[in-house]
C-alpha cells in the first residue's frame, strides 16, 4: 500500500494555465505538507496543515493555494503558472500530536509531481 | 542567518570504503536534526533524528551523531545499494514559530 500518493506523477503545462496537484496519506496523521524541490535539489517548505488547519504559510506567491477537504487529503492549486514554478512538488505527512510540535517528527513523502511549465 | 551546510556536495567511494558525510548549522534554539536519503525521482526517506549534541543513532551500515554545531553521518564498508542523496534538515526555533531548513545534500556514488 502506499503510504503518501500524489498525482499527477508529471505535469506539463503552459505559462498561464492553472492546474491542480493532489495529495492522499493512508498513515492516519495528523501534519501534511507541501515542498518545492528546485533545479538545485533545494527542498523549501511551502505550506503545512495540522488536522485541516494551516499552520505553515511560508512566503509563497498567492497564485498557490493549498485545500485540505480532510485530514488524509491535502491538495495544491496553481493559479496562472510561471516558467519559475518548474520543479518538483512534493507532499508529506506525519504525526505531530500538535501544531506546536509540526516538524518534531519525522516526515512520510510522496513519489513528488514534476511540473514543468513551458 | 540560519543556514545549514552540507559537505561535500559529492562523494564517491569504492565499495568497503568507510567515510562520513557532515552537516553544519547555524540556528540557534535548536529543536531537532533529521536525516534522509533521497533516490533518484523519489521523495526523501527519513533515516535518524537527533535531539541533543553527544547523541547517536545507528541503523545498519549508517551511524549518525550531533555535536552543538554539526552533525555526521558515518557510512561504513558502504555497498552500491547505499548510493543516493543524503539530505539533512535542522528544526528550530525562530520566535514563536518553529522552523524547518534542509541542506542542498551529499550525493554519494559507491562503486562496485
Known amino acids: 500500500d502506499t503510504a503518501v500518493s500524489q498525482t499527477p506523477k508529471y505535469l506539463v503545462t503552459q505559462m498561464g494555465n492553472d492546474k491542480s496537484i493532489k495529495c492522499e496519506q493512508n498513515?492516519?496523521?495528523?501534519?501534511m505538507y507541501w515542498y518545492k524541490q528546485d533545479s538545485k535539489k533545494f527542498l523549501k517548505i511551502m505550506f503545512s496543515?495540522?488536522?485541516?488547519?494551516?499552520?505553515i504559510n511560508e512566503t509563497v506567491p498567492n497564485r498557490f493555494s493549498p485545500k485540505s477537504p480532510d485530514k488524509a487529503h491535502l491538495n495544491l492549486h496553481i493559479n496562472s503558472l510561471e516558467l519559475g514554478d518548474s520543479a518538483v512538488y512534493f507532499c508529506?505527512?506525519?504525526?505531530?500530536?500538535?501544531?506546536?510540535?509540526?516538524?518534531?517528527?519525522?516526515?512520510?513523502f510522496g513519489p513528488g509531481t514534476r511540473l514543468t511549465v513551458t | 542567518e540560519d543556514q545549514v551546510t552540507q559537505s561535500p556536495e559529492a562523494l564517491r567511494l569504492q565499495e568497503g570504503e568507510s567515510s562520513s558525510l557532515n552537516c553544519s548549522y547555524t540556528?540557534?534554539?535548536?529543536?531537532?536534526l533529521f536525516w534522509y536519503r533521497q533516490d533518484p525521482g523519489k521523495g526523501p526517506e527519513f533515516l535518524f533524528t537527533?535531539?541533543?549534541?553527544?547523541e547517536e543513532k545507528e541503523k545498519e551500515r549508517l551511524k549518525a551523531t550531533l555535536t552543538k554545531k554539526e552533525s555526521f553521518l558515518h557510512i561504513t564498508a558502504p555497498k552500491p545499494e547505499d548510493s543516493a542523496t543524503y539530505l539533512c534538515?535542522?528544526?528550530?526555533?525562530?520566535?514563536?514559530?518553529?522552523?524547518?531548513?534542509w541542506g542542498l545534500g551529499t550525493s554519494l556514488a559507491v562503486n562496485p
Open positions: 508529506a505527512s506525519s504525526q505531530t500530536g500538535s501544531r506546536e510540535r509540526t516538524f518534531s517528527y519525522e516526515q512520510y
Open positions: 498513515l492516519g496523521h495528523d501534519t
Open positions: 496543515y495540522n488536522n485541516k488547519e494551516l499552520i
Open positions: 540556528v540557534s534554539g535548536l529543536r531537532g
Open positions: 537527533l535531539y541533543s549534541a553527544g
Open positions: 534538515a535542522v528544526q528550530y526555533n525562530a520566535g514563536n514559530n518553529r522552523k524547518l531548513i
